[in-house]
């Protein structure tokens, strides 16, 4: 006699895939969250493992590194995060850009926190595994005001730059000028250029987190008021810009760009 055959109810199945799609899809379940997280902080920190290791590099290793390969190995190094992992986390990468997209109404304020806490996570890593290799200060790889100038003039470098940097990025975000991972192209050549002209001033830092974690390495925060409120003064006068411009944000694109749109292939999953 043969064994009777196992029927599979095609409708279960199909209920299954749909939910686990759903779960996947939906960026509001929590039990997502820590993929997001665990994407801001390494992506975070391989930004400023070269943002701070040019310095500190040319620290340990006099001469080594130019001023223009310091300030564009960052912006090469945003690029390749935004490419490889903007689709999961939005690659934020900076304090500033995610309360930018938070008050332009693309990314939930409830968020806000946990990112911006891996992101100063990850740039602690950084900046801690640079001294530890290269046995030089960390200061050595932050940002600070140059020699002869205010700390005010340093903070309105500050706020210019990353006015236009978030405006870049929220308005590559958006609508019709949502250009999908092309966007890593023109935020990434904006830092190169910011960095080029205005790093001798600033350091044209851009980003809380960037700063935060080679002076905490370092102890030293004289200086860090400077890039904390530059960065999200120039992030809030970019949400204003992009509402001049743009009207109302939230649109579907834009949300996508900010949370990321994490897929993952369900199509062979089946009930135990």
């Known amino acids: 006699m043969r064994p009777p ?4 109810d095609t409708g279960a199945i199909a209920r299954y895939e749909r939910e686990v799609r759903e779960r996947i ?3 509001d379940d929590p039990r997502q969250e820590w993929r997001r997280l665990c994407s801001e902080l390494l992506g975070t920190f391989f930004l400023v493992l070269v943002a701070a290791g040019g310095g500190m590099m040319n620290a340990a290793i006099p001469g080594s590194i130019s001023r223009s390969a310091a300030v564009v190995a960052p912006a090469l190094m945003v690029m390749a995060v935004i490419l490889f992992m903007g689709k999961v986390s939005g690659a934020h990468l900076n304090p500033a850009v995610s309360i930018a997209f938070a008050l332009r109404g693309d990314f939930r304020w409830r968020r806000v926190p946990g990112y911006i806490v891996v992101q100063l996570i990850g740039a602690t890593l950084a900046a801690l595994f640079l001294h530890a290799v290269l046995r030089v ?5 932050s940002n600070y005001p140059a020699h002869g100038f205010s700390g005010g003039a340093a903070l309105w470098m500050e706020i210019i730059l990353t006015m236009g940097l978030v405006s870049v990025i929220l308005g590559t975000a958006s609508g019709a000028q949502n250009v999908g991972i092309l966007g890593a192209f023109g935020v990434g050549g904006y ?12 350091g044209a830092s851009m980003n809380p987190a960037r700063t935060f974690g080679p002076d905490l390495v370092a102890t030293d925060f004289t200086d860090l008021w400077v890039y904390v409120v530059g960065p999200v003064v120039g992030a809030v006068l970019a949400v204003g810009v992009a ?3 743009r009207g109302r944000g939230g649109d579907r694109s834009a949300v996508a760009a900010a949370e990321g749109t994490l897929m993952v292939d369900v199509e062979n999953s089946r009930p135990d």
Do not use: V
């Open 5 to 8: 055959q196992r029927t599979l």
């Open 25 to 27: 899809e939906d960026f």
């Open 137 to 141: 200060s960390s200061l050595h790889g």
């Open 191 to 202: 830092i190169a250029l910011a960095g080029l002209w205005a790093s001798p001033l600033s």
């Open 243 to 245: 509402y001049l411009l």
